[in-house]
């Protein structure tokens, strides 16, 4: 059993998986309360299935690209846990676990477009085929009118993710279908199963999510000693 945590974007999700069927998910879609919140929501989870950390055999976790404070909010926690609990520790590539959610009906010659919201007009986002294969990395993408026009060109192609729907706004082309599908801890221990039989696992000391950019720090121009 896999203790899952998503906290990459506004959603603050966690489940439990057995041999990677789902058992029991919770999950907020309220942005900002990932701190208060999610631990509340792992105590909560277990005690509804009747379980406790002890139970568990891993401790999953979403890696990123996303959120700087979310990322770090959920990885901490993922840490703890696994560290507390002598649990190794597994970590979903956040895209990824978002784009598996059209395996049931995109085709694999088809492309999936995950898209994380960047802020502005960017987003960070990769383009994996149906089949689950990459076909382009994870990057950060200011976008306009012919973003991924390469792609659209050649069939169907499925956007989803909170940064999807402003490149709806933009993108008229027929081949453009858009989902409303988001982050969900449900998909990242689909995905932290078979890296768990895999043993692929990360290092407690060392793991650090992936940002994709570095965290910017503003300072007030009013007074240069606050943040």
Known sequence: MILSI??????????????????GLAELHVDNMH????????NDLLQNLNLEVRNLSAIAVSQGPGSYTGLR????????????????????????????????????????IPMIDARRMEVYAC????????SDQVAPVVLDEKSFEHYLNTGRVYFLGDGSGKFS?????????????????STIGYLAYKKYQKREFESLAYFEPNYLKEF????????????
């Open 6 to 23: 998503e906290t990459a974007t506004q959603v603050c999700s966690v489940s439990v998986h057995d041999q990677g069927k789902l058992m």
């Open 35 to 42: 701190a208060q919140k999610l631990m509340k929501l792992v």
């Open 73 to 112: 909010i959920g990885v901490s926690t993922a840490k703890g846990l696994a560290f507390s609990h002598d649990l190794p520790l597994i970590a979903v590539d956040t895209l990824q676990a978002l784009a598996i959610q059209t395996k049931p009906f995109a085709s694999e010659s088809e492309f999936v």
């Open 127 to 134: 383009v994996i085929l149906g089949s689950g294969e990459i």
């Open 169 to 185: 706004a933009i993108c008229k082309h027929p081949n453009a279908c858009f989902l409303p599908y988001l982050n969900s801890s």
């Open 216 to 227: 910017m720090v503003l300072k007030s121009k009013k007074n240069p000693f606050l943040i």
